[in-house]
Structure formats: structure tokens, C-alpha cells
């Protein structure tokens, strides 16, 4: 038993507290016969994360935050601390006509968005879904490009849009070395893509190749966006206060505001950047190790990076089905579930999506849910099959909102610590499908943030579009204090201006 399981009450021992007091959280527990609750009891505390040990991954995420934040513990360092360059969140000055392309999964978008300054309001005017094919996300660099390009055509087009050469925030979800505002080098792809002749490569400079090789369009200034940085900058417009972004979707991301100076690979000491944390490779040298069940461990194996993206295996859409998928072929195995019986549906990889849990875990339907879901997975279940599934699926969502707030505690600690107050009231900007969508993960993530950074008054902001608002105020802000510095630049070089054309002169 590892240090996990010791250090703590399980879920279902809490749970049973709770049936007490008449939680509601019981009804995971009802129709169980005790002696079914015990034998599921043993595959399910080893996804328990006792107070102790969420306290202990949130001191290692901080040891891993400064070796990325160092100049020369950097390059070793799993988590990557990436500077964005975002160094301000809007003002309300911000103002003009921009275009968006969000690429960050299955599906690509393109928005053109509009700010006006006297309203100061985004209003978002329209935008077009371009689908992914699977062969093309395993494809080449320039397939991909391509496709990119012949969309935003077609919708400029749509826009009558094509003669305006308009600013473009670009909105790309995968770790990526940002060198400048446009100038961004892909790392590794992530979260099912593949495409040869990327990675290593400027993106910016990939997709304007790809528009010149259509040739019947241009684009302005590039804002290169990350998704966590593009929802903190969409609820910045909102609330002047929030300033950590974070994603809880197909992955798992978080950006803050940290200060210049403890960014040692950037020349500066005043204000502040946006760093985008990649927190997703938290745990990639091994640093987790002992809170990884065998499950996490076959999902890692079995997965297009392994090895790569610890963290990010135990929390995201992308992988939390196939967590459940595992434990319940192994339970079925082991003859305590459907009669022992593993569909082939159930047998294959990736056949138990992760909105099954939320439709699961829905605090009236979930059962019945449960119930079509099993049948469409081709099982012959039981009443009790149905109410230990549903158990399944609230132990492993409840470890991934729980392993996130140890995460963001990390963060909001260390804004506190960097601004030596003994209070911080801050506000998170969040958006990702699995903190929408299913029906406890953000009360769960929220009770135990409260619990591990007790000094700090959080409030939670669902996103309004980040990646297409939130990308179009980068892309603002970035043009604002652009405009400044060559203000500033043209009043400094004024005299050596008049030298010069004295001398041109004679």
C-alpha cells in the first residue's frame, strides 16, 4: 500500500460518514450490498488522496515551478514555465477589428471579433467550425497548414473580409517555446496529433507559408495565444483581478501572472509576465510515482507520449475514461462485475468516453444513465453493477478535482508569497469542458483549494470564449503597449534623427 492509501480515509469510508448525516453524496453507495462495497473498496483506495498527500504534490509542484522558472534548471525541468510575453491584461482602451484561429483539438475555429473602446466590450461578431480529420492529425506539418489556411480563407471570404489585411491572435494548445509575441516553437505535439515536420518549428512562420502559398489573402500582426492564457484574458476584461488562467478539457493547463524579476531567462526586472506553467508534465521525471495506480501507469504505456504528460494522464478528458474503462475490465476479471463477462465494446481501448462519467455521476439521471450507457457498451449488467460503475466514476473524477487543486493552490500560494501579503484575493479564469460540463468537479476542486490555501479568497470564473475573446485581447493589448514602445522609441531617437539628416546633408 503506498503512502497514498495510508495517510487517509477512502472515498467510500467518507461517503459512508456522509450517508449518516444524509449527504446526498450517498447515493453512489446505495443499492451495494456491504459485502460487494468491500472487495470494490480495494481497487478504489488506491485512487484516495489524503489532505497529507495533496499537500505533499502541491510542495512538489512548487520545487518544480522554480527549477522551470531558472536559467539553467530549466532545460531539465519537467514543467516547462513558459514565458508568454503577455506582460499587461486589458485596460478597456482597447479597440479595432481582429481575427482569431483557436487550434487546440479535434475541431479548429476561426472568429473575427470586434472590440469597441466607449462600450469597452468584446463583441464577438462571427465564427466558423472546421473539423480535424483523424489522418490529418497524424498527417504532415503542411497538410495540417494547409487546411488551416483554406478555412480561414473560405470564412474571410464568408466575412467579405478578404481585401483587409487584419491582426490575428492565434490560439495554439500545445507546449510550445515562445521566443516572442509571433514567434512560437512547437515542443511536442500533444493530445492525440502527430504531425511530421513541426515540432522544432515556428508555427507563426508554418502558417503564413501556408497563406502565401494560397496567395489570395494576408494577415496583420500575429499574437501567439496559448488557451490558458487567451481565458485568463477573457475574464480579465471582466474582472481586473484575475490573473491565473486555467484548463480543465481534453488537457490540463494554467498560466499566472508572475514577477519579471524571478523570470531568470528573460532580460528585465520590472513588472510582470504571463507564465504558462504546462503543468501537464508535472510528474514527468518521476517526481509522482508513488500516487500512480497501475491504471495510470497502462494508460501512460498504451497512450502516443509515454512518459510524457504525467499529470495531465490522471486529470483530462482525454484520458479519465480510460481510467474507468481499465478498473472495470479489471473488476469484471476478477468476477465482480456483469458476471464476469467483458463486452467487446468494453474491451477496447478508448470505447468509454469521459462525458459517460458526468452523465453518470448526474446527481437524479445518473443511474439511469448508467443503466443505457452499460447497455450500449453491450454488458449484461445488474442493479448493483449499475451503483458500483457509478462509484467508479465519482472516485476517479473526484482524484483529478482534487490532484487540480493541489496544482492551482501551488499557484495562488506563490502570487501571495511573491507579494508578501498575508492575504490574496485573487480570481481564476477557467474554462475546459470537464470543469463545465460534469455536474461536481468544480465544487470538489473548490472545497479542496479552500482547504489547501486557506490564506487565499478565490473566485471562479467560467471563461466567455478564451480562445477566440481572449485571443483577440492579446492580440489588443499586445498592439496597445506596441504602440507605446514605438512612441516611446520615436521621442528617444528624435535628436539622433536630426544628426542624421545633417549628414546626408553635406
Known amino acids: 500500500m503506498s503512502n497514498t492509501q495510508a495517510n487517509g480515509e477512502s472515498n467510500i469510508q467518507i461517503t459512508k460518514k456522509a450517508k449518516m448525516s444524509g449527504d446526498t ?137 478578404k481585401g483587409k489585411t487584419l491582426p490575428l491572435g492565434f490560439t495554439f494548445s500545445f507546449p510550445c517555446e515562445q521566443l516572442e509575441i509571433d514567434k512560437s516553437i512547437l515542443i511536442r505535439w500533444t493530445k492525440g496529433f502527430n504531425c511530421s515536420g513541426v515540432e522544432g518549428k515556428d508555427v507563426v512562420q508554418l502558417l503564413k507559408e501556408a497563406i502565401h502559398r494560397r496567395g489570395d489573402y494576408d494577415i496583420g500582426s500575429v499574437a501567439m495565444v ?42 528585465g526586472e520590472d513588472g510582470r509576465m504571463c507564465i504558462n506553467t ?14 500512480l495506480t497501475e491504471f495510470d501507469v497502462e494508460v501512460d504505456k498504451t497512450s502516443i507520449n509515454p512518459g510524457v504528460h504525467i499529470f495531465e494522464k490522471m486529470i483530462s478528458g482525454m484520458y479519465l475514461g480510460e481510467i474507468v474503462r481499465l478498473v472495470l475490465v ?14 467487446e465494446t468494453l474491451g477496447t481501448p478508448g470505447q468509454f468516453e469521459t462525458k459517460f462519467i458526468s452523465e453518470i455521476e448526474e446527481p437524479d439521471s445518473g443511474l439511469e444513465n448508467a443503466k443505457k450507457i452499460l447497455t450500449e457498451l453491450g454488458l449484461d449488467w445488474d442493479p448493483v453493477d449499475a451503483c458500483v460503475v457509478r462509484l467508479v466514476c465519482d472516485t476517479i473524477s473526484s482524484r483529478s478535482a482534487r490532484l487540480c487543486a493541489a496544482a492551482l493552490a501551488t499557484l495562488v500560494n506563490r502570487i501571495r508569497n511573491n507579494r508578501k501579503l498575508d492575504h490574496l484575493k485573487t480570481t481564476v479564469g477557467v474554462d475546459g469542458t470537464v470543469y463545465r460540463k460534469h455536474p461536481t468537479f468544480s465544487s470538489k476542486l473548490q472545497k479542496a483549494v479552500r482547504l489547501l490555501a486557506p490564506q487565499c479568497d478565490i473566485t471562479f470564473l467560467v471563461s466567455e470564449d478564451g480562445s477566440g475573446k481572449g485571443a483577440a485581447m492579446v492580440t489588443a493589448v499586445a498592439q496597445r503597449l506596441a504602440h507605446q514602445s514605438r512612441l516611446l522609441e520615436e521621442s528617444d531617437g528624435e535628436d539622433n534623427d536630426e544628426e542624421e539628416e545633417e549628414e546626408e546633408g553635406q
Request: aromatic letters at 6%.
Open 25 to 161: 453524496a450517498t447515493l453512489h453507495l446505495d443499492g451495494i450490498p456491504p459485502e460487494v462495497l468491500s472487495k470494490v473498496e480495494k481497487y478504489l483506495q488506491l485512487f484516495q488522496l489524503s489532505p497529507e498527500m495533496l499537500q505533499e504534490v502541491s510542495a512538489r509542484l512548487r520545487k518544480d515551478l522554480l527549477r522551470g522558472l531558472g536559467k539553467h534548471s530549466h532545460h531539465k525541468a519537467p514543467v516547462k514555465m513558459l514565458p508568454t510575453f503577455v506582460r499587461a491584461t486589458p485596460d478597456g482602451t482597447e479597440k479595432g477589428d481582429f481575427l482569431a484561429l483557436d487550434l487546440g483539438g479535434t475541431n479548429f475555429r476561426v472568429l473575427h471579433v470586434r472590440v469597441e473602446e466607449e462600450a469597452q466590450k468584446v463583441l464577438k461578431m462571427d465564427s466558423q467550425i472546421c473539423a480535424i480529420p483523424q489522418e490529418m492529425m497524424l498527417g504532415t506539418g503542411e497538410q495540417l497548414f494547409d487546411h488551416i489556411a483554406t478555412c480561414l480563407g473560405d470564412f474571410l471570404e464568408s466575412q467579405n473580409l
Open 226 to 267: 496559448n488557451d490558458t492564457v487567451g481565458t485568463m484574458m477573457s475574464c480579465g476584461y471582466r474582472d481586473q483581478s484575475c490573473e491565473i488562467g486555467m484548463i480543465i478539457g481534453t488537457g490540463t493547463n494554467a498560466c499566472y501572472m508572475e514577477e519579471m524579476k524571478n523570470v531568470k531567462r528573460i532580460e
Open 278 to 291: 504546462e503543468w501537464g508534465g508535472f510528474g514527468d521525471d518521476g517526481s509522482l510515482d508513488d500516487i
Open 330 to 343: 479489471k473488476m469484471t476479471k476478477d468476477k465482480l462485475l456483469f458476471k464476469g463477462q467483458i463486452s
